[in-house]
């Protein structure tokens, strides 16, 4: 029902941004709750960042809180994921996921996934 396409993953110093985007198709894209869920070497994955359908709702984990900013462009049915104030701890492969219910989608599980991009923060 949809497909899940991130971007933008990369290097980073310490106190740094990098900016995610996933995009999304198929015919219920424009009408899914979608999140940004990480999951970092040794550590279980966790919903950083999720937006509603029409983007009037957002969720962020005490982790990025004041750090990350999820936004949605509902024309191109993207999500993009500022990170500023890198810190080492956000070093994690980065997954765009998505659901029909935005409680699902920061709760889990998820049944749609991107492929992931990693990011890397180093001092």
């Known amino acids: 029902q949809v497909a899940l396409v991130e971007s933008g993953g990369g290097l ?19 009408r899914f709750a979608m999140a940004w869920s990480r999951q970092a070497p040794g550590k279980e994955r ?20 004041g750090r990350f900013i999820i936004s949605r462009d509902t024309t191109k049915n ?7 104030s890198l810190k080492t701890e956000d070093t994690a492969v980065y997954y765009c996921v998505a659901e029909p219910v935005f409680g699902t989608v920061i709760s889990g599980p998820h049944d749609y996934w991107g492929q992931g991009t990693q990011v890397t923060v180093s001092s």
């Open 78 to 84: 993207t999500i993009h994921l500022q990170m500023n």
């Open 46 to 65: 966790e919903v950083v960042a999720a937006i509603s359908w029409n983007g009037a709702n957002t969720y962020y984990a005490d982790s990025v809180k």
């Open 12 to 30: 980073a110093q310490v106190g740094g941004s990098l900016r995610l985007s996933c995009a999304a198709s198929g015919r219920d894209a424009s």
